[in-house]
């Protein structure tokens, strides 16, 4: 009797203990890389590293759902060594841009902020949708830098916590500086050349950084894809911004990567008003006062974050209308969400569900 009891015992241990999986696609059989991992409670686990493993997995991560630029999001159901993603053929239809008269590029962009972050006792979770407005300068002009960074015009907020084993969901008032990293988002500014491979035929390319693997291109019959690693120039694959420490805390950020996606065409150039959709997936350890109020713990804590960026509508206009806009000068914005952007992962989607309905 002892020994079925301690069968079944060791059964449940190895049923928790974690795995890495490898994601790859499924007509090259190349790894994805920075593929977002989120598991069945919407928490993201990690993204996928150079060779395509996953975060360590654990049965009690499952389903897990698999997000990449350029794929079709992926639904894994069990542990397994290797899981294959499609690639995502979809017509990705058109962005509405005006005739290039006026020397600032106006983009109005659907964005959607996924963040999790966690100690060993507590968890939250973020959700965002934003309307946001990017402002790139396509000539050099006087009186106005670029604003890459999006200008929130309107938001829907949505966030859970797990403390102490109660579960909370709520809207937040305004945007969690604490959590959100949303400012650090970027529009793309200047053109995009794919590289000598591409151009002779070959469907990917690599090009290596200083220190680590950093850009990753791929081309199919109708698109073309870039991703590229912010930190690959990094010698020990980490930033830490200096101006974080001067506000009472230490932010590492361990993974940055930036992906995007193109109409392909024959001129093997890709402006930044054609560029069609944006990903960026980043790691984050925090310490010090303001992350320790923010988790109320005295540990480090990991944040994982992934930025969607779908444009809408794109606009050129002047200098003065640049500015009177960013002075708060707005048209009426309507809440526009993308017809590009794939279904939320159910755990998100449950979270959303939960404050619709308190």
């Not at 060779?51 to 997995?57: A, D, E, M, S, Y």
């Not at 949303?182 to 002779?200: A, F």
């Amino acid at each position: 009797m002892l020994y079925k009891r301690l069968l079944w015992l060791f059964a449940i241990l190895l049923s928790f203990e974690a795995h890495s999986t490898i994601v790859a696609d499924r007509e090259s059989k190349e790894p994805v890389i920075a593929a977002a991992i989120f598991a069945s409670n919407g928490t993201i686990i990690g993204n996928t590293d150079v060779n395509g493993n996953t975060p360590k997995l654990s049965t009690r991560d499952f389903p897990i759902t698999i997000k990449c630029l350029g794929y079709k999001q992926k639904l894994g159901l069990a542990l397994c060594d290797t899981i294959f993603m499609e690639q995502d053929f979809h017509e990705l239809g058109e962005i509405i841009v005006t005739p290039r008269q006026r020397p600032i590029m106006n983009v109005l962009c659907y964005i959607r902020e996924y963040t999790s972050g966690g100690t060993t006792t507590d968890t939250i979770q973020y959700f965002a949708e934003h309307m946001a407005m990017f402002y790139i300068p396509r000539e050099k002009v006087k009186g106005f830098k670029a604003r890459n960074s999006p200008q929130v015009l309107s938001s829907k907020l949505y966030q859970r916590n797990i403390k102490n084993g109660k579960d909370s969901v709520f809207e937040p008032e305004h945007r969690p500086d604490d959590i959100s990293w949303l400012d650090i988002v970027s529009y793309p500014e200047k053109d995009i050349i794919e590289t000598d491979r591409i151009k002779q035929g070959a469907a990917t390319d690599t090009i290596m950084g200083k220190h680590h693997l950093k850009t990753i291109a791929r081309k199919t019959d109708k698109f073309y894809f870039e991703s590229t690693d912010l930190l690959a120039d990094k010698k020990d694959h980490r930033m830490s911004p200096f101006i974080f420490k001067m506000l009472g805390m230490t932010i590492d950020f361990n993974e940055m990567t930036m992906s995007r996606a193109y109409t392909a065409n024959n001129k093997s150039e890709y402006k930044p008003e054609e560029m069609l959709s944006s990903t960026l997936s980043m790691e984050v350890v925090g310490r010090g006062k303001w992350i320790k109020k923010a988790f109320q713990s005295k540990d480090p804590v990991t944040m994982n974050g992934l930025f969607e960026i779908y444009p809408i509508r794109i606009d050129f206009i002047t200098v003065d209308e640049a500015n009177r806009m960013l002075n708060g000068d707005m048209p009426k914005i309507v809440f526009q969400k993308s017809k590009l952007a794939s279904p939320l992962p159910s755990g998100i989607q449950n979270i959303i569900d939960r404050v619709n309905g308190l």
